[in-house]
């Protein structure tokens, strides 16, 4: 069934936002062929283009995510006390950790599959049919890693996180997943060594300053002629009543002062161009907060499946929005439950961009 998301007039999307629901996937990985099966061959230089990666790799953790770096994805902060709600090294994580913040990462992921047409925008697709070697920075829970190392098995998947949330054992046998740090460079990758990176939904952690230094850090390890995808999520949402406004207010003034840029997904092609990278393209779409045009009914899963997200981006940044708001844990529930009435009267959405570069090939001599 396609789902079709009408583009209004307040919408600066240029592109046709018609949102084509994929066909369903397996995401269970799938297990190892027979031995009389035919697998795919590596060629040998992607061979030891990948045993180059992984050994530059720190080794896999085997201890409970509470003995980790402490990170983005799911790490145990009980044991330290917030102070400063706007002093990122003692308040390092607005968003909660846990299992929730687990499942909306997965539920993000298919809403944007839905709503960009597929898990990738770069033009990638042969390489990763004959054999490349992927970065998945932030990877969280690994769904994006995991599904595509199932579509394109000739290609090796690597995700990389502070927190040891993404599986195990239990993952196709081209993904692999390890623990580090964005915020220590440099990453543990040679240089020219990676065909793709892929990053999403960083700014949550990333403080402006340190955007170029990490940008160029990814064009150090790119192969010339490599590239990158970055996807961030406007933090405002657009066409906002008077709560969603307030609301917004505070969020990009508390963004604001832990010296993070709110609005750098709107800005993520400049500065891939402004660090090293050409053939720069971005894009955007507008996802609708619960509501659909009365002509169109095709988009309304995807609109309510947006206003779900949503919220549960709202609940996991309760803990620290809710101070940076002054106001207590019941308060703060009662005044985004009443925010979905709001998105709909105002036909509320929130915007997505996404902006791919890539590395300039090597001269000849």
């Known amino acids: 069934m396609d789902l079709r998301l009408s583009q209004r007039s307040l919408s600066r999307s240029s592109r046709t936002a018609t949102i084509v629901q994929p066909p369903p996937k397996n995401t269970t990985p799938s297990r190892a062929p027979s031995t009389t099966a035919v697998r795919p061959r590596r060629s040998s230089s992607l061979s030891s283009d990948v045993s180059r990666v992984l050994a530059s790799l720190p080794a896999a953790e085997t201890g409970s995510a509470a003995t980790l770096v402490a990170g983005r994805r799911g790490s145990d902060c009980s044991a330290w006390k917030p102070k400063n709600k706007f002093d990122a090294a003692e308040w390092p994580q607005i968003l909660s950790q846990g299992d929730e913040e687990q499942d909306r990462m997965v539920a993000q992921h298919y809403i944007l599959r839905t709503a960009l047409k597929g898990d990738f925008s770069a033009p990638m697709r042969s390489s990763l049919e004959k054999g490349a070697v992927v970065l998945d920075v932030g990877c969280g829970p690994g769904t994006w890693s995991m599904e595509m190392a199932t579509e394109f098995p000739r290609s090796t998947f690597i995700g990389i996180d502070r927190a040891s949330n993404f599986p195990r054992d239990i993952k196709p046998k081209n993904c692999f997943f390890r623990t580090a740090s964005i915020s220590q460079l440099p990453l543990p990758f040679p240089d020219n060594s990676i065909d793709y990176i892929f990053q999403r939904d960083l700014n949550w952690d990333l403080q402006a300053h340190q955007w170029s230094p990490l940008v160029r850090e990814y064009l150090r390890i790119l192969k010339p002629g490599g590239w990158i995808e970055l996807v961030e999520p406007d933090l405002e949402t657009q066409s906002s009543r008077s709560q969603e406004c307030t609301m917004n207010d505070k969020l990009l003034y508390g963004i604001s002062m832990r010296h993070q840029d709110p609005y750098v997904a709107r800005h993520l092609s400049s500065i891939l161009a402004a660090n090293g990278f050409r053939r720069v393209e971005s894009q955007f779409q507008s996802l609708p907060l619960g509501w659909t ?10 609109a309510r499946a ?14 620290w929005l ?26 509320t959405y929130i915007n997505w961009h996404c902006a791919v570069a890539q590395k300039p090939p090597a001269t000849r001599q």
Not at 313 to 318: E, G, H, K, V
């Open 293 to 302: 045009n009365e002509d169109d009914t095709s988009s309304s899963p995807l």
């Open 306 to 319: 947006a206003s779900s997200h949503h919220m549960f981006t709202l609940q996991s940044l309760q803990p």
């Open 322 to 347: 809710s101070a940076v708001m002054g106001l207590s844990t019941e308060r703060y529930s009662n005044y985004i439950a009443d925010l979905p009435a709001e998105w709909k009267r105002g036909q």
